[in-house]
């Protein structure tokens, strides 16, 4: 059976399945969310040290979130094959939806509110959470995840900590040697350049990262409302890249200035030049996962990047108290979303 995943039809689709209707509403305000309280992260060293105005910066971010869903999907879609495959939710394509939206519910839920407190999410985790705790509830057990795609999240949780931590590391601490000896402030005038070409390049691996797990979750939903289980070997449509790109650019311009202030001031404070090293190498570690294929969180990346950085003068530079309440967000995630997903999906299966 040829899988049919053209606009026309998924406008149509939408008109006679309320459940995929729900789907890509949920889907569309996670994207909006996402945007919203996550790619902040990628301006946060920017804005900080002064080198945008905050307005001008989430513009950008806004840009290059934009251009780096639409670019990379279309450069290497792994990202999305991963989070397509990740979960087995059973030869029933109306359970599946229900599924989806049980997920979906439940990240907006718990990114929502952790954004109140203005702590960074990690929709990535949100995500794959939800996803595991919908196939959990439908299929009566652990035999709906799919184990092979599940541990590239574990290597992306220790590999984002750990690339961020060391390449932020390194990176910094060349560019105090390199510039040792120069003009700080002609140092300071190049950096501050610098920093908005990080900052660009930080937003557009975002979108590349984070845009590519939610399209994957779009094209599930598009696969089981024409029946089919899974989506191997279909080629994912240009226009549900430029959807996704375009709704995750709009939640991005909205803003989110507690969140710049927590990753930016409250956690190192920086100079321009480690800003720039610390956008740079999330930046690279985001482009490394996003080759191979592992869906990693963008925060944790860009976080461990800024303590690296931080470290290179001295560990006290970094304010672990914010590392603290950052890390027990992360560690309740998995558990938080997992549960709220596995209730709703089994809610929504006796009412629909």
């Not at 509830?137 to 799919?146: H, P, Y």
């Not at 592992?294 to 003068?313: C, D, E, L, R, Y």
Request: with cysteine; net charge neutral.
């Amino acid at each position: 059976m040829e899988m049919d995943v053209s606009f026309s039809y998924f406008i149509s689709a939408m008109g006679q399945n309320p459940m995929l209707l729900i789907t890509v509403v949920l889907t569309l305000g996670v994207i909006f969310v996402n945007g919203w309280t996550d790619a902040p992260n990628a301006i946060a060293t920017c804005v900080t040290t002064r080198c945008m105005a905050p307005r001008a910066a989430i513009l950008l971010s806004a840009v290059f979130n934009f251009l780096g869903v639409l670019v990379m999907t279309q450069i290497n879609s792994s990202v999305a094959s991963t989070i397509s495959n990740m979960v087995d939710f059973g030869g029933d394509t109306h359970e599946a939806l229900i599924g989806l939206c049980a997920a979906l519910f439940s990240i907006v839920v718990y990114s929502v509110t952790a954004s109140v407190f203005g702590i960074p999410t990690s929709e990535s985790h949100s995500l794959i959470a939800g996803l595991s705790g919908a196939a959990i509830a439908i299929q009566n057990g652990v035999g709906g995840i799919n184990m092979d795609e599940w541990v590239k999240v574990l290597y992306g949780l220790v590999a984002s900590l750990a690339m961020g931590f060391g390449i932020g590391w390194v990176v910094c601490k060349a560019l105090a040697i390199l510039c040792a000896n120069m003009d700080r402030r002609r140092t300071n005038k190049f950096f501050t350049g610098a920093e908005v070409f990080g900052a660009a390049a930080m937003s557009f691996m975002h979108g590349a990262q984070d845009g590519q797990k939610f399209i994957g979750v779009l094209f599930l939903g598009v696969a089981f409302s024409n029946g089919m289980s899974d989506v191997t070997g279909v080629v994912i449509p240009v226009w549900l890249m430029l959807l996704c790109s375009a709704v995750m650019g709009v939640g991005t311009s909205v803003g989110g200035e507690k969140i710049i202030k927590a990753v930016g001031m409250d956690m190192v404070k920086l100079e321009k030049y480690q800003g720039f090293a610390a956008d740079l190498s999330g930046a690279l570690c985001l482009l490394f996962s996003s080759l191979f294929g592992i869906p990693v969180s963008t925060t944790h990346t860009k976080t461990s990047a800024i303590m690296g950085v931080g470290a290179v003068k001295r560990l006290s530079a970094i304010n672990f108290g914010v590392v603290k309440d950052m890390m027990l967000t992360w560690v309740f995630t998995f558990p938080g979303c997992g549960l709220i997903s596995f209730v709703m999906a089994k809610l929504f299966m006796a009412i629909f």
